[in-house]
């Protein structure tokens, strides 16, 4: 297993070296809008914790995360009117990871709507920041 980088492109987002549209963020996570969308509503939540992937996360850290996980997939499916949802989580490049922090992709659906393909096409600023605030307003 490859060590923890400190320069990855969450952990520059994390300490505010990289802009991002927020969405939630608490002492354990920070959850913002996905720039390259695979559909409206794709929010991303990381740990604050530095750990590489799952399996890297100590126990006792990843419990409380999970929690910031599912409140912001509530969040995301109340507020974008979602018929449902996808969480997708990536380890390691053989297992499609490419941003080597713990994530995962919270993906609005809607039932006959298929995720539109991982184009590289970053989402217009407006629409990011249209989304979130839908999403922000359904916190509970």
């Known amino acids: 297993m490859s060590s923890y980088d400190t320069n990855n492109i969450f952990a520059k987002i994390l300490r505010g070296e990289i802009p991002s549209t927020k969405v939630y963020e608490d002492d354990v996570a920070l959850a913002f809008m996905d720039v390259m ?5 794709h929010v991303l939540v990381i740990p604050k914790e530095p750990a590489r992937g799952i399996l890297d996360m100590p126990p006792d850290a990843l419990g409380p995360f ?3 996980v599912q409140k912001v997939a509530a969040a995301a499916k109340a507020g974008m009117g979602a018929d449902g949802l996808t969480l997708q989580q990536f380890n390691e490049s053989a297992g499609g990871q490419v941003i080597f922090h713990l994530h995962f992709h919270v993906l609005p659906r809607w039932d006959g709507v298929p995720l539109r393909p991982h184009s590289g096409t970053m989402e217009k600023p407006e629409v990011l920041a249209a989304n979130a605030e839908k999403i922000r307003a359904a916190f509970v």
Do not use: K, S
Not at 37 to 41: F, L, N, Q, T
């Open 66 to 68: 999970m929690q910031r």
């Open 37 to 41: 969308p695979r559909g409206d509503g």
